[in-house]
């Protein structure tokens, strides 16, 4: 069985502030439907766990957070594919591709 869970971008960043570029949370709180957002996977599958970086588009708002569909194909697994959808918050946004 496949599984992801997504990893805290703010996190991440504090953890190397000098490497890890993050967009202001202004930002990243405020995308809007169109949206790309590269957040980071890590999956966990029959061979082990592989963490990739992955686009997806914005498609609502959902309280404070979005839902959006996945972008990419992850090169570890072909069980999760473009059109999943993925529910994620602004501090798992670590790039921001504007839709316009």
């Not at 992801?4 to 995308?31: S, V």
């Not at 592989?50 to 570890?76: K, S």
């Amino acid at each position: 069985m496949v599984s992801y869970t997504l990893d805290n971008g703010e996190t991440l960043h504090a953890q190397a502030p000098d490497t890890f570029y993050l967009p202001p949370g202004e930002m990243r709180a405020g995308l809007n439907v169109g949206d790309f957002a590269k957040l980071v996977f890590r999956i966990t599958h029959e061979a082990g766990e592989n963490v990739e970086r992955m686009w997806v588009i914005v498609q609502a708002r959902q309280g404070a957070g979005y839902l959006g569909t996945l972008d990419n194909q992850p090169y570890c697994t072909q069980a999760l594919a473009p059109g999943l959808q993925v529910a994620f918050g602004p501090e798992h946004v670590i790039q921001i591709l504007r839709g316009d």
